[in-house]
């Protein structure tokens, strides 16, 4: 099992950045895929980012490709998530997630996930 704790969201202007990071508790968190979802009200959630177990290999959603970079520090179970050139296309609920499986490839479907947090609001003013 892994526990997933999300920090890091709040209030800022279109244009600034945001650095998200996720706490994770488990035996396993270093050999786990990670994800970055969001979800806006009355929409679905899609995928922001993920990064491969060992951080060798990244994949972002095309609306925040160039603007967001994903990250890893697998010695301090944790991941991150730099929000640069913010906009209110950007604001939501964003969920760290990791995979259930070990060793697994980058993957965009939330159904590959098994493991979620509680989410950190993200609020983006023009």
């Known amino acids: 099992q892994v526990q997933l704790v999300e920090s890091g969201g709040g209030l800022v202007q279109a244009g600034g950045s945001l650095r998200l990071s996720c706490s994770a508790a488990g035996r396993t968190f270093s050999r786990n895929t990670m994800g970055w979802f969001r979800q806006a009200p009355g929409k679905e959630r899609d995928f922001v980012s993920g990064?491969?177990?060992?951080?060798?290999?990244?994949d972002y959603g095309d609306s925040v490709k160039g603007r967001f970079t994903i990250s890893r520090d697998n010695a301090k179970n944790m991941v991150y998530l730099q929000m640069n050139s913010l906009k209110p296309d950007d604001m939501a609920i964003y969920y760290c997630?990791?995979?259930?499986?070990?060793?697994?490839?980058?993957?965009?479907?939330?159904?590959?996930?098994?493991?979620w947090g509680q989410g950190t609001q993200v609020t983006v003013s023009s």
């Open positions: 990064i491969s177990w060992n951080g060798l290999s990244t």
């Open positions: 997630a990791a995979d259930g499986g070990l060793f697994g490839g980058v993957g965009r479907r939330a159904i590959q996930y098994e493991y």
